[in-house]
């Protein structure tokens, strides 16, 4: 006999989201039993989506649950957070129908039944200021990524062009390439006298290559106008870019402990700290512990397994936003001072590979971030101190042990020509002694007393 799933809320609402409306079923369920069900389409311009809200409050709706449909989900989201219990956002791929029997009034309701049956996921909505934050770094981040295409776009437009800065900057967006890149672009006739001024002393490369690599073919109007154009692009984001670090960090005020918590674990700056903040937020209570952070940030292995066989353990493809942050700090925290993550990175890499290596560096890191969060303690794992310690303290440390397990054999009931007997055959060596002189040979297998 089929039993009919648990009603955990008696009164919900499921919301259908689209760009230009909305379609919402409201079910309740009676004294008797009975399920009532009321359903309404909605636009989702402001003022409808407050009569969405006053009509939800009308019929003693407090918990809504939606699909995160695109961007579409936010507007709604704004306007029903402050007046409902609850407002769920969940992933579409939990929800879905099947196809073909699918339209809007039917999602609505199957998500409406799901929600009030207690068989949906939240996603993670962080409060508002985070989420204004979040926007902040995203838009710097897509800047960065489009400066720094332009960038590439001017190099290459010099390359073909037969100009080689590239073979003789190790960094090309210093300030010796961008003034022989302005010089260039002048379109005034220029001396190798004029491409040296613009050389610093601490440019490590022959003056000769660079004078070599500064004759290309000779750029007509066209071309510089070109390449002034993508320049002055370049400049324009540089600056909005800037703008939006102070509004950042306007927007970062409230988070100072967060970020110096932060910028002590290694490898971590405080640009990487904004942007972890923006997306992690500082209220740990919704993850539980560490492995969920791991696994909502897509660090954590993947699960694909079919009758018995596992067909990959790849990570997943959450957090997009958050996961390159992480790695770019855990590239950074092998290769600074501190060798806790160095030393982890170099024993994972020969039995893993590097790349994967990095990811597990990083998965540890937003872990330690968990509990830093949680605890507001500044970054210290407990096997730090084994990164720092002397060799001659590791070995004492090594031979505390080591009588610690003798005793515990001891008080199992083993005798001393057991125990020595046990050692040599574990380190393989031929002839082993204790500091009283007795020695077994384990080449005549005989125990000798001194």
């Known amino acids: 006999m089929n039993s ?7 009164v919900a609402s499921g919301l259908d989201v689209h760009k230009s409306f909305v379609v919402a079923v409201i079910k309740s369920t009676s004294n008797q039993g009975t399920v009532n069900t009321v359903k309404k389409r909605f636009s ?9 809200r006053d009509w939800l409050l009308q019929n003693d709706c407090h918990h809504v649950c939606m699909e995160s449909t695109g961007k579409y989900w936010i507007p709604v989201y704004n306007v029903l957070e402050s007046a409902m219990n609850e407002v769920r956002v969940c992933n579409p791929k939990w929800l ?6 699918k339209d809007d009034n039917k999602d609505a309701a199957r998500i409406c039944d799901l929600y009030r ?3 949906t996921k939240s996603s993670y909505i962080p409060n508002k200021q985070i989420r204004t934050l979040r926007e902040l770094t995203r838009l710097r981040q897509k800047y960065v990524q489009q400066r720094t295409s332009d960038h590439n776009r001017l190099i290459n437009c010099l390359t073909v062009s037969n100009y080689k800065l590239d073979m003789v900057f190790s960094n090309v967006r210093g300030r010796s390439a961008f003034l022989i890149i302005n010089l260039i672009l002048s379109g005034e006739p220029y001396t190798d006298e004029d491409i040296l001024k613009c050389v610093s002393s601490r440019c490590k490369a022959p003056r000769e290559d ?6 290309g073919f000779e750029l007509d109007k066209l071309q510089r106008e070109k390449l002034r154009i993508i320049q002055d692009h370049i400049d324009g984001l540089t600056k909005e870019i800037e703008k939006l670090d102070q509004l950042i960090a306007e927007a970062c005020e409230d988070h100072k402990d967060y970020i110096r918590l932060l910028m002590t674990m290694p490898g971590v700056s405080e640009i990487s700290a904004r942007k972890i903040i923006a997306e992690l937020g500082t209220e740990m209570d919704q993850f539980v512990k560490g492995s969920r952070v791991a696994k909502w940030a897509g660090l954590a292995p993947g699960s694909d397994e079919s009758a018995g066989k596992i067909h990959s353990r790849h990570i997943t493809k959450g957090g997009k936003y958050l996961k390159p942050v992480l790695i770019e700090a855990a590239w950074a925290a092998v290769r600074s001072k501190n060798p806790y993550y160095r030393c982890k990175f170099e024993i994972l890499s020969l039995r893993l590979g590097k790349k994967r290596a990095i990811v597990a560096i990083a998965r540890k890191m937003i872990i330690s971030i968990f509990h830093m969060f949680s605890d507001m303690k500044e970054w210290r794992p407990k096997d730090c101190d084994d990164c720092f310690v002397p060799r001659s303290l590791s070995v004492q440390k090594e031979s505390r042990k080591l009588n610690k397990t003798v005793n515990t054999l001891k008080a199992m009931g083993l005798t001393e020509h057991q125990i020595l007997k046990t050692i040599a055959a574990g380190l393989d060596d ?13 080449i005549i297998g005989e125990y000798r007393t001194a």
């Open 430 to 442: 031929p002839e082993i002694s204790d500091d009283e002189g007795n020695r077994y040979d384990l």
């Open 4 to 10: 009919s799933p648990q009603t955990v809320l008696p």
């Open 117 to 119: 049956n207690g068989m």
């Open 210 to 215: 660079i004078l070599r690599a500064c004759h």
């Open 44 to 52: 989702t311009f402001r003022a409808d989506l407050e009569d969405l």
């Open 96 to 101: 879905s129908l099947v196809k073909g029997e």
